[in-house]
């Protein structure tokens, strides 16, 4: 991956969620929702 295509990730990360994964404390709640959701099992994959 590229540095301008992360780059871009994350701006649009910050973008949909108002979170600013270079801040610490926003990025940690980021990965745990990012985790709290893959134990969930979200979002399912189609059949």
Do not use: H, N
């Not at 985790?35 to 059949?47: C, I, N, Q, S, V």
């Amino acid at each position: 991956m590229s540095v301008r295509t992360l780059s871009c990730r994350l701006d649009r990360i910050a973008f949909l969620t108002g979170y600013d994964p270079a801040d610490a404390l926003q990025r940690f709640t980021l990965e745990t929702a990012v985790m709290g959701a893959r134990l969930l099992g979200w979002p399912e994959k189609p059949l």
